[in-house]
C-alpha cells in the first residue's frame, strides 16, 4: 500500500493550478456585481477533479484561486479560496463514480454529477463563502449574500454547460473499457 500521492497526480495539482491561474487571470466574464465573475475555472476545475479525485480538486483549487487573487489583488481573499478548495472536494467526490478514462460519460452521470455540483456551488457560495466574508473581514451581510447567490447561480451554469461539454469530449477521446477485442 502506498501513501502519498502519484507522480501522475502532484503534476496534475501543478499543472491544474497553472491552468486555473490563466483562466481565473484571462477567461472570465463579468456580471456586473462587484468582484462577482462568470469563471471559466470551475469546469475546467470539475473536469481534473473527476479525473484525478477530491484531494487533488481540492488542491488544485486552493493552490490556483491563492495565485490567482495573489497576482490579480495583491493579496488572497481566503474566505473565497477556502471555498474554491471546498468545491473541488466536492466535484471529486461528486465524480468518484465517474470513469472518464475509460469513456464513461453517459446520460445518467451527466445528470448525477450536475445535480450533486448545483447543490454544492449553492452550498459553497450561498451559505459557506458569505458567512466566512462576515466573520473574517466583517463584510456587510447584503452585499456578501448578495455577491454569493450570484455567484452560485453562473458557477453551477458554467459547470454544468462548459463542465459538461470538457468532460464528455475528454471521454470521447478515451478507450471504453472492453470496446477492444484480441482478432
Same mark, same amino acid.
Given at each position: ?12 495539482? #501543478? ?16 456580471? #456586473? ?13 470539475? %473536469? ?8 487533488? #480538486? ?30 473541488? $472536494?466536492?466535484?471529486?467526490?461528486? #465524480? ?27 452550498? $459553497? ?6 458567512? %466566512? ?19 452560485? %447561480? ?30
Amino acid at each position: 500500500m502506498s501513501k502519498g500521492f502519484s507522480v501522475k497526480t502532484v503534476v496534475a495539482i #501543478g499543472i491544474g493550478a497553472a491552468v486555473y491561474v490563466i483562466l481565473g487571470r484571462f477567461v472570465t466574464i463579468p456580471t #456586473g456585481i462587484p468582484n462577482t465573475n462568470i469563471q471559466t475555472t470551475y469546469p475546467f476545475l470539475a %473536469l481534473m477533479a473527476v479525473l484525478f479525485g477530491p484531494v487533488a #480538486g481540492g488542491l488544485i483549487a486552493l493552490i490556483g484561486h491563492a495565485l490567482t487573487d495573489f497576482t490579480t489583488y495583491g493579496a488572497p481573499w481566503w474566505s473565497w479560496v477556502i471555498c474554491s478548495g471546498i468545491l473541488g $472536494v466536492i466535484f471529486g467526490l461528486a #465524480g468518484r463514480k465517474i470513469d472518464l478514462a475509460h469513456g464513461v460519460f453517459e446520460k445518467k452521470q451527466i445528470i448525477s454529477f450536475n445535480i450533486a455540483q448545483i447543490l454544492g456551488n449553492l452550498l $459553497v457560495w450561498i451559505l459557506i463563502a458569505p458567512t %466566512l466574508d462576515i466573520w473574517i473581514y466583517s463584510e456587510p451581510a447584503n452585499k456578501v449574500y448578495t455577491q454569493g447567490v450570484i455567484s452560485a %447561480l453562473v458557477n453551477a451554469l458554467s459547470v454544468a454547460i462548459i463542465g459538461t461539454i470538457l468532460m464528455k469530449a475528454y471521454a470521447a477521446t478515451q478507450t471504453k473499457q472492453g470496446s477492444l477485442r484480441k482478432d
